[in-house]
């Protein structure tokens, strides 16, 4: 299996630009999560879905992130518009059910300049 | 809900020296404690992790201790490397099952100079 997979793994956008960034789990899990790192506040977690359904977005910061995930095997997390305080490395994460681990993508460097 | 708190936020050590990381949590029905090693520019990966059921847990360098009565647990590294230089995340969560959701700590920013 070639793991949790992101892209873009960097993507640079100005102010007011709409940013979609990508995951695809690893096959089976059926729980994914969003996080953004940050130096200031570390490891957020942004929304989790379990079974496609999002379970908890309390950690999205505002109505300028949504995310979504149409089918088992993909999802997105969208900012529009983008600001620079969104400034940030973003990782998707999965699992399965009762497991322990979470197995984390190389994450989205975003730069909103 | 959980709040993890860790420290400290940087360490710096020399190589060979052993280095200590402490986590503390408020919710008494957290009862799995994993560590996540990120190295510069990397994904968390998992290194090691303890359950409530267990006071300690060693895996080579590395162990990792709870008190659940006093709600910390410390990762221990002994004998450290260049290659152990990292940011480390404690976390803590419910055992699996449907409600796993691990709250992370902040992370420690550990140096080891050769």
């Known amino acids: 299996d070639a793991g949790v997979i992101q892209s873009p793994r960097h993507e640079v956008t100005e102010m007011g630009q709409e940013v979609t960034l990508r995951c695809k789990p690893i096959?089976?899990?059926?729980?994914l999560f969003w996080y953004r790192q940050t130096m200031m506040r570390g490891l957020e977690l942004l929304i989790y879905?379990?079974?496609?359904?999002?379970?908890?977005d309390s950690g999205m910061p505002e109505d300028r992130f949504s995310a979504k995930m149409p089918n088992a095997s993909f999802s997105t997390l969208k900012i529009q518009p983008s600001e620079p305080r969104d400034s940030a490395v973003y990782f998707c994460?999965?699992?399965?059910?009762?497991?322990?681990?979470?197995?984390f993508g190389p994450g989205t460097r975003l730069t909103v300049t | 809900g959980e709040n993890v708190e860790q420290h400290p936020s940087t360490l710096s050590v020399q190589e060979g020296d052993s280095a200590v990381i402490k986590c503390t949590y408020s919710?008494?029905?957290?009862?799995?404690f994993p560590w996540y090693k990120q190295e510069l520019g990397k994904r968390p990966q998992l290194i090691i992790d303890?359950?409530?059921?267990?006071g300690e847990k060693k895996d080579q360098r590395i162990a990792v201790t709870l008190n659940k009565t006093a709600k910390h647990f410390s990762l221990h590294i002994t004998e450290t490397q260049p290659e152990d230089s990292a940011v480390y995340f404690c976390?803590?969560?419910?055992?699996?099952?449907?409600?796993?959701?691990?709250?992370f700590g902040r992370g420690t920013s550990l140096i080891v100079h050769p």
């Open positions: 976390a803590a969560s419910p055992i699996p099952g449907g409600s796993y959701i691990p709250t």
């Open positions: 303890i359950r409530s059921n267990v």
């Open positions: 096959s089976g899990h059926d729980y």
């Open positions: 994460a999965s699992r399965t059910g009762g497991a322990y681990e979470q197995y």
């Open positions: 919710d008494s029905a957290s009862n799995y």
């Open positions: 879905f379990n079974n496609n359904v999002p379970i908890d």
